[in-house]
């Protein structure tokens, strides 16, 4: 009896997905990242984008920038109908606010980090730093997985707050 339910815990176990996040202490006291990724590019591609999901479990905040060496400049993007009924890009302009106990997604189609003047290929396999800036003066330092240029999400992350 015994054998068997250790044998059914154990399967059932290993088929729970893991928690690809890691809670962000100090100013914002649980801001988490969960499954940051990123498009692999065409070779010679100038930009690209990064996907994830910031979870706040502290005071209100807004995510005002980003950084990273792999690109010249780095934006908060979000894609809106124009009144041409045209999907375009642009700039979330004062920043992103993500309220307290809420939760923000960064997808595909949908608000993303835009990596602009990209100065190598984001190739699968490997990853790209990135540092998110919040109003407060707090910053996040993730690495981002870079997946299939048809991901829609990511398994593992690491973040690091300063």
Not at 12 to 36: N, S
Not at 112 to 138: P, Y
Request: proline content about 6%; cysteine-free; hydrophobic content about 40%.
């Amino acid at each position: 009896m015994i054998p068997r339910i250790l044998a059914t815990t154990l399967a059932l176990a290993a088929t729970l997905p893991t928690l690809p996040a890691i809670a962000m202490g100090g100013g914002h006291d649980g801001i988490m990242v969960m499954e940051p990724f990123a498009r692999e590019t065409p070779p010679n591609a100038k930009v690209g984008g990064a996907y994830m999901t910031l979870m706040n479990h502290g005071d209100a905040t807004r995510l005002t920038g980003a950084r990273s060496d792999i690109a010249n400049r780095v934006e908060i993007h979000n894609h809106e109908m124009d009144a041409n009924g045209v999907m375009r890009m642009r700039e979330v302009e004062g920043g992103l606010p993500i309220g307290k106990n809420d939760s923000v997604a960064l997808q595909p189609g949908g608000l993303h980090i835009m990596l602009m003047g990209l100065k190598k290929q984001l190739k699968k396999g490997e990853s790209l730093d990135l540092t998110l800036e919040f109003a407060d003066g707090e910053v996040v330092d993730v690495t981002v997985p870079i997946k299939s240029i048809a991901a829609t999400g990511s398994a593992g992350s690491s973040t690091h707050k300063h």
